[in-house]
């Protein structure tokens, strides 16, 4: 007999209908006679409470049966009697494919988030982490659907590169040379010209600039895929390796930019809440058992029906000032905003989402847009209450003088950028862009406070198990 998923029996709730199903056993409650064995098989949020009596074929087995085995049971769905639940399956053969002892890791009681981050081989069979990963796949759905709606073509930009694009130096060498016997010059540098790629090459930290030049020919794309930063933060908010959506769109502006980064929120939340709607319900459940404040939904809801506010860095400083609250760190034109200072914009004086613009060239990348004031740059950053920052982007630089004035000033080498400088020589045209860390927005979007709690297998400073 086929085997049946879980999902699909209570999507079609087949009734009198002799099946068969395969999974994992959540919990089991042992009787003389009998057990009633709660399986999961992940097609699902839901599991399937299935009554298993002794004299069934197999139901010797019964016995051995213990929370996180592997069974296959053959049984007749019949309507539940029970709350919460609309059918069950009486079990008519039993076989264990799998068994377990007592030392399996995920046993009924409370179990911490850090105890499962060393477990996160197990962690996906747990309701929590069940319904955070299916809810990523929904979501990564949501972009891919979201891009192809508005006229995007997908780009798989490259993963290796010979090009630091952020300028912050934070990037994983990589390296077919022996580690122990280095070829060095006569200075005691290393002679990268004897490496695989003939120069010191890395793990990429964005697929900006190579989306870039295809937007240049292909009028819109997006990247999604993995990237690389070494920094050495230990923080519930950042991983060294994790995933970035990015899209580049020839002959649009700031506003354009800023629009698009709209939409796709939007789109994003309404996805979760419709596909997600099982999964999302599930994580509410586990915040209020945290006793985590109330309101998550409705403030997700909130962003999905409310215009976001739009003002300027300097006026954001303004606001910031005259708030009479105390921050940890001063607001001053200038400084990078922080996350207190988006949070107090979002939570406290628009009650919404904000999208902040202009900021001072000085704490940008090379690559944005110049004013004509000499000293903003047309980037932005998207703020959601709650979070602050969820996506930045910018209006790129598409004039070649006035890049090249840039990098001198930044002392950059702009040898390694000469196809991208290249851009701007040959039929240049503006043109904007946006990145969004995925991991970010399965975090907004699930209530999730720390970011190795919404990738499969979190990449962190000494961590790199699994």
């Known amino acids: 007999m086929k085997r049946t998923s879980i999902s699909q029996i209570f999507n079609d709730s087949p009734i009198d209908q002799e099946l068969l199903v395969k999974g994992w056993v959540r919990s089991v409650r042992q009787s003389k006679t009998f057990a009633f064995v709660v399986l999961n098989d992940g097609s699902s949020q839901d599991s399937l409470q299935i009554i298993v009596d002794h004299n069934i074929e197999g139901g010797d087995q019964v016995g051995q049966i213990l929370m996180g085995s592997c069974v296959a049971i053959k049984g007749k769905i019949m309507a539940s009697q029970g709350k919460g639940q609309s059918v069950e399956m009486h079990a008519q053969s039993l076989e264990i494919y799998g068994n377990v002892n007592e030392s399996y890791p995920l046993q009924k009681k409370a179990t911490s988030l850090e105890f499962l981050r060393e477990q996160a081989h197990l962690r996906p069979r747990t309701n929590l982490f069940g319904a955070i990963f299916r809810l990523r796949h929904h979501l990564a759905q949501a972009t891919h659907e979201f891009f192809t709606k508005e006229g995007f073509y997908y780009l798989n930009s490259p993963i290796i590169t010979a090009v630091d694009a952020e300028g912050a130096g934070e990037m994983f060498q990589v390296t077919t040379m022996d580690l122990q016997n280095l070829p060095k010059d006569k200075k005691g540098e290393v002679i990268f010209e004897k490496d695989y790629y003939g120069k010191a090459a890395s793990l990429c930290v964005t697929g900006q600039l190579e989306a870039e030049c295809f937007a240049m020919g292909m009028g819109k794309v997006y990247t999604f895929g993995p990237t690389f930063r070494s920094e050495n933060s230990n923080t519930p908010r950042h991983l060294s390796e994790f995933w970035m959506i990015e899209p580049e769109v020839a002959f649009a502006d700031l506003e354009e930019n800023a629009d698009l980064a709209t939409r796709y929120i939007k789109y994003l939340i309404q996805y979760a809440l419709e596909k997600g709607e099982k999964e999302m319900a599930a994580i509410m459940q586990w915040r209020k ?166 990738i499969p297998f979190p990449r962190t400073p000494r961590n790199c198990d699994f």
């Not at 890049?403 to 930044?410: E, H, I, K, N, W």
Request: glycine share 10%; net charge negative.
């Open 289 to 454: 058992w945290q006793k985590e404040p109330a309101g998550h939904m409705e403030s997700l809801k909130h962003v999905m029906d409310s215009p976001f506010e739009k003002i300027t860095y300097t006026q954001a400083i303004e606001i910031l000032k005259e708030s009479g609250k105390k921050f940890e760190f001063r607001p001053e034109w200038g400084a990078e905003l922080q996350t207190e200072h988006e949070r107090y914009l979002t939570d406290e004086h628009y009650k919404g989402p904000v999208i902040v613009t202009d900021y001072p060239m000085e704490c940008k990348a090379f690559y944005m847009k110049q004013n004509d004031d000499g000293k903003t740059v047309r980037a932005m950053d998207v703020l959601v209450p709650g979070v602050g920052e969820l996506i930045g982007g910018s209006q790129r630089e598409d004039n070649l003088d006035k890049m090249v004035a840039r990098m001198d000033q930044l002392g950059m080498q702009k040898e390694p950028l000469w196809w991208y400088m290249d851009l701007r020589k040959y039929g240049s045209c503006p043109h904007s862009g946006f990145g969004l860390g995925f991991e970010r927005a399965v975090m907004y979007i699930t209530g999730m406070k720390n970011i190795r709690d919404v």
